[in-house]
């Protein structure tokens, strides 16, 4: 039995002990950045929602402070703090999130607590500032509220799902963040995609070099698993897409949350959940993982690019490059570079291939080994943990589309933290996954070619452990 250790992540966040889920209330108040995310304190399972916080300077050191939000014993969070937001309401740091009051969790209000300037103490408003879903709408949950300032009001998006139609974003408007007044259906999209309800809707409105701007919202879909985006416009109060996208293609990063730093760089981070069945879950100390911060940005062709934030390069330590590499229906092992916490970043010319492998995680005999696979003649990049673990058998259908011009490299910058593999394509496509090795010695690193690919680029970084 592998222990937990060994799938232990590094330089990603986890809570202290316990279980995570989503990042809530993401914010940088003077200086400072500030996470909250759904906690249960006391073990690896999800039970009565408490937010858990810390704080960063740089987005990649974090410093664990104590629990924000607990449930009030009769007060409307009397059974869970479930996800929200925080803004700063002239100068007063205020969080509004959902409250549940129910064993099923059912009974979902809207609440709003106010903290001090380090935004560790909160006072929380005695009564619920939404009591429940607006008449006329029959709705499948209503929770996760994401608040902004736009000319001169408090704007509000709620995720719901609508009977009998679909997932759908609500939208509220507000003069204080107290009296709030309900202004219709914001988004409601296919339930092909939106599925039966959007959780964890956020906005930001993003631009590019050539002047370009759209607002994108995000939201996480039940029951399809997935985060996701559209990219439109706001008008008349109701929002309309013109594209999508994923936020992840690889199956377990759920309830991203997007802020606006001092930077002005437009940045989210999500929840990588686990992979591991639940009894081994449970007989851990942890469970759940922060994703790295991914900064978003418009692309000339009208899709949101992500891409990791700059800080993470301070973590690279020991650097060994590679070049020239030739390979034509064969495996090649780098000798000299092997970890489990390992930035790598590859170029390869695909062309002639029919299938490109980066090969991490990988025992020296190739027993276990997290192969990442762009397929070149469907043009569909994976991670495929058939063989990640010589003690589980695993598939996994999750691919993310990545067509590549004749000509143009396949370009990848990959992070290895233990049980956390985060795929960056270019700034074009993320996939997360998770993968649990038995073997202590699984460190190694190599590529592999169906057809001939030539890799003009492979450097691997050894990451420092930030603790
Ligand atoms: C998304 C979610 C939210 C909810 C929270 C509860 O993962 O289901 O909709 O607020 O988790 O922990």
């Known amino acids: 039995m592998p222990t937990t250790d060994l799938h232990h992540p590094r330089y990603h966040f986890l809570p202290p002990s316990g279980w995570m889920n989503d990042p809530n209330g993401l914010i940088q108040h003077e200086g400072v950045y500030h996470l909250f995310y759904q906690h249960n304190p006391?073990?690896?399972?999800?039970?009565?929602?408490?937010?858990?916080?810390?704080?960063?300077?740089?987005?990649v050191h974090w410093e664990h402070r104590p629990i924000a939000l607990a449930p009030t014993p009769g007060g409307p969070d009397a059974t869970g703090c479930f996800s929200g937001c925080c803004v700063i309401d002239r100068g007063v740091p205020t969080l509004i999130y959902t409250g549940v009051d129910d064993p099923a969790w059912n009974h979902q209000v809207t609440c709003l607590a106010t903290g001090d300037a380090t935004l560790t103490a909160w006072n929380k408003?005695?009564?619920?500032?939404?009591?429940?879903?607006?008449?006329?709408?029959?709705?499948?949950?209503?929770?996760d509220p994401y608040v902004w300032r736009e000319r001169g009001e408090w704007r509000m998006v709620i995720g719901a799902g609508i009977r009998g139609v679909g997932g759908a974003v609500l939208h509220y408007a507000s003069p204080d963040l107290r009296e709030w007044a309900y202004r219709g259906v914001y988004y409601q999209g296919d339930p092909d995609i939106t599925g039966t309800v959007c959780e964890c809707p956020f906005c930001l409105d993003v631009s590019n070099d050539a002047g370009e701007t759209a607002r994108a919202l995000f939201f996480s879909s039940i029951p399809f698993g997935k985060a996701l985006y559209v990219v439109g416009d706001e008008?008349?109060?109701?929002y309309s897409a013109r594209g999508s996208g994923a936020v992840d293609w690889g199956g377990c990063l759920y309830a991203p949350l997007g802020f606006v730093d001092g930077r002005g760089r437009r940045i989210v981070f999500g929840w990588i959940w686990e992979m591991r069945d639940e009894a081994e879950v449970r007989a851990g100390a942890w469970a759940g993982a922060l994703?790295?911060?991914?900064?978003?940005?418009?692309?000339?062709?009208?899709?949101?690019?992500?891409?990791?934030?700059?800080?993470?390069e301070s973590l690279r330590r020991r650097r060994v490059d590679y070049d020239g590499l030739?390979?034509?229906?064969?495996?090649?092992?780098?000798?000299?570079?092997?970890?489990?916490?390992?930035?790598?970043?590859?170029?390869?010319?695909?062309?002639?291939?029919?299938?490109?492998?980066?090969?991490?995680?990988?025992?020296?005999?190739?027993?276990?080994?997290t192969r990442i696979v762009y397929d070149a003649s469907s043009q569909f990049l994976r991670i495929d943990p058939s063989r990640s673990s010589r003690d589980r058998a695993r598939a996994d259908r999750h691919v993310a589309p990545l067509p590549l011009a004749r000509g143009e490299p396949l370009r990848l910058r990959v992070f290895v933290d233990a049980s956390v593999i985060e795929v960056f394509a270019g700034d074009r496509a993320c996939l997360a996954g998770r993968v649990y090795p038995a073997r202590e010695d699984s460190l190694c690193v190599g590529v592999q070619a169906r057809g001939a690919v030539e890799v003009s680029r492979l450097t691997v970084w050894e990451l420092a452990d930030p603790g």
């Open 326 to 369: 030739r390979l034509s229906d064969a495996t090649w092992q780098a000798p000299d570079a092997r970890g489990a916490q390992l930035e790598i970043a590859v170029e390869a010319r695909v062309d002639e291939a029919h299938e490109f492998a980066l090969v991490v995680r990988a025992s020296p005999d190739g027993e276990e080994r």
């Open 235 to 238: 008008r008349g109060g109701s």
């Open 291 to 312: 994703s790295l911060p991914r900064v978003v940005t418009l692309r000339g062709d009208g899709a949101l690019g992500f891409a990791p934030a700059d800080e993470l």
């Open 125 to 143: 408003h005695p009564r619920p500032v939404i009591d429940g879903p607006p008449p006329g709408v029959d709705a499948l949950g209503f929770r």
């Open 42 to 59: 006391d073990g690896p399972f999800w039970s009565t929602m408490h937010w858990g916080h810390a704080v960063s300077r740089d987005l």
